[in-house]
């Protein structure tokens, strides 16, 4: 059972945005506000997209955008495209790196 | 640029012991820790711990059966796992995070390392 709880699959048609939730608790989601966000394709490395609740690196489409609100972060895919079908992990940090148990992401 | 490099793909037997490497490049080893995280088949993500120069930081769940070390003259970072078993098959990557003070933003990857555990 992951620390942090992502829905496992959420989808959604080309040109729709669709949000991944991920909930924790007061010690790591709800205090430090750091969660990150990690896309990966199949047999492929996770890929940084969001840090520090809300920032990019460079290089990735601002199509991609995160949030927060207590304990629930939130990643928020706009314009949604084929290459988006992945899964997409969050992360948080208390001590120990915590990660969600990940959510796939399927575009109709 | 920033590079992580890993070891090849083991196969193991219940009950021995797994090292892999992960060979940094582009930039100043001992300025950086490296974690190490895994995925067992069709699995999720999972942190193992988190070694630098200067210190260690293990999951509580790997206490006791994970050793993580660097050699700064080969700027190499190793994770040795011992005690195997089978629901330790999985792919294991190194991470490097975006900048020194990241907690989670980990930016560079290796790319991963197979290990088999089966008798």
């Known amino acids: 059972q992951s620390a942090l709880i992502q829905p496992a699959s959420v989808s959604g048609s080309p040109g729709q945005s669709i949000t991944i939730s991920c909930t924790g608790a007061?010690?790591?989601?709800?205090?430090?506000?750091?969660v990150s966000w990690y896309q990966q394709h199949p047999d492929k490395a996770p890929k940084l997209i969001i840090y520090?609740?809300?920032n990019r690196p460079s290089g990735v489409s601002n199509r991609f955008s995160g949030s927060a609100s207590g304990n629930t972060a939130s990643l928020t895919i706009s314009g949604l495209q084929a290459e988006d079908e992945a899964d997409y992990y969050c992360?948080?940090?208390?001590?120990?790196?915590?990660f969600g148990g990940g959510t796939k992401v399927t575009v109709l | 640029q920033v590079r992580l490099v890993q070891s090849g793909a083991e196969m193991k037997k219940p009950g021995a012991s797994v090292k892999v490497s992960c060979q940094a490049s582009?930039?100043?080893?001992?300025?950086?820790?490296i974690s190490w995280i895994r995925q067992a088949p069709g699995q999720g993500l999972e942190w193992l711990g988190w070694?630098?120069?200067?210190?260690?930081n293990y999951a509580w769940k790997f206490q006791g059966r994970v050793t993580m070390t660097t050699d700064k003259s080969t700027d190499t970072a190793y994770m040795e796992l011992r005690s195997l078993r089978s629901d330790d098959t999985a792919v294991y990557y190194c991470?490097?995070?975006?900048?020194?003070?990241?907690?989670?933003?980990?930016?560079?990857w290796g790319q991963g390392t197979l290990v088999t555990v089966s008798s």
């Open positions: 070694s630098s120069t200067h210190n260690t």
């Open positions: 991470a490097r995070q975006r900048y020194y003070y990241d907690n989670n933003a980990y930016l560079y």
């Open positions: 582009g930039y100043t080893f001992g300025s950086y820790g």
């Open positions: 992360c948080s940090y208390a001590g120990r790196l915590l």
């Open positions: 007061s010690s790591d989601v709800g205090s430090y506000n750091l």
């Open positions: 520090e609740g809300t």
